[in-house]
Every structure is written in structure tokens, then in C-alpha cells.
């Protein structure tokens, strides 16, 4: 989902990271946690390079966490909905060429670059079914890789997780995590090997934002509790916080500028003191094994 242009916003605030920079020994042995569902859709179910990816950082001495998506929130169906379409529409339109090749007898550069744009239409409607991801978590429970459910996306549980301390880094393609309180965000660019680091407390003080600013900004760039979307820049929204300093002031001075208000119970303001309200209960036991170093429970 994500905070509409942030990545773009931000990205002059972050370092540029290679796979290489996590396996070298000098950076120590560290605690991460994956939003798997990422590499899950860039490489489209590919269990055996999902496995030699965590098994490198593994092999490293790198304890790695994975988070599974849980249910999707009341608000953010219409979203879920909203993905399955365009996923869809991308198939329709590789069906469309595939359809118009069989018919036409064409040659040489046009139908290489036919049948490319064909394979760039079935990558993004690749979606993930109940057996994918059944049989992906069979191969990572044979294999005893840690992995836990949230309660909801998995954004929030590493979020938290993060924000206390109990992950030294997040990798995850979703900015969300910064609005939420992630401490380190590593997002994976190009083949999913190479990263944008972000630092939270080093770029609240390059925009000259409190944490609840930073929040507020993001806020009003992406209201999730409604399908209409707010017609508000990220720039704009950054510069009027600096501004107003508040997300009250703004709001009492031009109520127009915005269909919908977040509230308190909008989810980047939800606390990541602890990871309880963000996991599965009955992944609990699990998450505690993986903190004391203690075997899988379920290994």
C-alpha cells in the first residue's frame, strides 16, 4: 500500500546497500527480520532461491526472522481488492497478445518484443495461491527457518519489532514501516539483492520532524479507512507539518484540503512500544523461542 511518493521523498536521506554489505563479517552477527511476502511476489513462489537467499544471511551467522502477512484490517480490503484487479487486468492483457500472436504469423524483433510484453503482463498478474504458499511453508518448517504470522500485514509486527530493540534490521519493500517505527529499513531494489538503507531517528533529523510529525505527514498522504484518496502530496504534507507543526492546526485552518481526517486510530499512530497487539497469540511462543535462541517449537 505505502505512503504515496515517499520512497521518492526520502531516498536522498538513505545509503545505497549490497547483498555483500550484509555478509561481511565486520557488521557482525545481526538480528533481521523479512517481509517475506516481498520476495514471495518478486520471485514469484521461487522456493529454492528464497531458501538461498536466508540461507546466505543464515550461513553468515545472521539470525533471520520471516513474517507472513494475517489477515487484512476492515479498512484495507478495498485495497486487497483494488491489487486482485489490477492483477487481472495485467493477465487479460497478456492473454490479449498471446491470442494475437497465435493468429498472426509474425517474425523476427516483433514478436520477440510481443512475447516479452506478454511475459511483463503474467509477471505482475502472477498473484499467490493457498498451495504456493502452503508448500513454501512446509520447505521453511522442514528446514527450521523461523517464521511467524502477524495479527495483520506484516508491516506492523516488524515495525514493532523493530522499535523495540528485538530486530536490528527490517528488510521489506514497504515504506510503511518508517511511518510505523521501524528503526532500520532495508528496501530491496532491482533483483531483490540490492537495498536502500534508512535510518528513522537519522531522518527525523534531516526533515527537522518529531516522531508524531513524521507520522502526521505520512498520515495525511494515505487515509487507509477510506477508498478515496487523498489528493495530498507528500511535499505538500511535509511542508505544511513544518509550518503548522500540527496535524490540529492544519486541519482547523483548511478542513477543505483533505476528504477524510485520520484519528488516533489511524494505524501509523498505533504504538510499537511492544510486538503483542501485532502478532498472532498463538505465535507468541514462537517469537520468544526465536528471541532466547531456543529450537523452533514447531521444529
Known amino acids: 500500500m505505502g505512503v504515496r511518493g515517499l520512497q ?11 547483498m555483500n554489505d550484509l555478509l ?10 523479512i517481509d517475506i511476502s516481498y520476495y514471495i511476489y518478486k520471485w514469484q513462489g521461487d522456493v529454492e532461491r528464497i531458501l538461498d537467499f536466508i540461507r546466505k544471511l543464515q550461513g553468515n551467522g545472521h539470525r533471520v526472522l520471516l513474517a507472513f502477512d494475517g489477515k487484512a484490517e476492515d479498512g484495507k480490503m478495498w485495497e486487497a481488492q483494488r491489487r486482485r484487479t489490477v492483477r487481472d487486468q495485467e493477465l487479460k492483457a ?7 500472436l497465435e493468429k498472426e504469423e509474425l517474425k523476427g524483433d516483433e514478436r520477440f518484443l510481443l512475447e516479452k510484453k506478454a511475459e511483463e503482463h503474467q509477471k505482475k ?3 499467490l495461491t493457498r498451495d504456493v504458499r502452503q508448500a513454501l511453508k512446509e520447505r521453511l518448517f522442514v528446514e527450521k527457518i523461523p517464521m511467524v504470522k502477524a495479527q495483520g500485514e506484516a508491516d506492523g509486527f516488524l515495525a514493532a519489532a523493530s522499535s523495540c530493540g528485538d530486530l536490528d534490521l527490517v528488510i521489506s519493500g514497504d515504506m510503511d514501516l518508517l511511518a510505523m517505527g521501524a528503526k532500520v529499513l532495508w528496501t530491496p531494489l532491482e533483483n531483490g ?15 527537522s520532524l518529531s516522531d508524531w510529525q513524521f507520522r502526521s505527514m505520512c498520515a495525511i ?7 478515496e484518496q487523498n489528493k495530498f502530496d507528500v511535499r505538500q504534507a511535509y511542508h505544511s507539518i513544518r509550518v503548522f507543526r500540527s496535524l490540529t492546526q492544519i486541519q482547523a485552518k483548511y478542513p477543505h484540503w483533505l476528504q477524510v481526517w485520520p484519528d488516533e486510530t489511524h494505524i501509523f499512530y498505533r504504538s510499537v512500544d511492544k510486538v503483542e497487539p501485532w502478532i498472532r497469540e498463538d505465535q507468541m511462543h514462537i517469537y520468544n523461542a526465536y528471541l532466547e535462541c531456543l529450537p523452533m517449537p514447531y521444529t
Open 8 to 18: 521518492n521523498f526520502v531516498k536522498q536521506y538513505g545509503i545505497s546497500k549490497l
Open 24 to 33: 561481511d563479517t565486520k557488521n557482525g552477527r545481526l538480528k533481521i527480520g
Open 94 to 100: 497478456a492473454d490479449a497478445i498471446l491470442q494475437y
Open 125 to 127: 498478474g502472477w498473484s
Open 193 to 207: 539483492l540490492e537495498f536502500r538503507e534508512y535510518n528513522r531517528e537519522y531522518l527525523l533529523q534531516e526533515l
Open 221 to 227: 498522504c494515505f487515509t487507509e479507512s477510506s477508498e
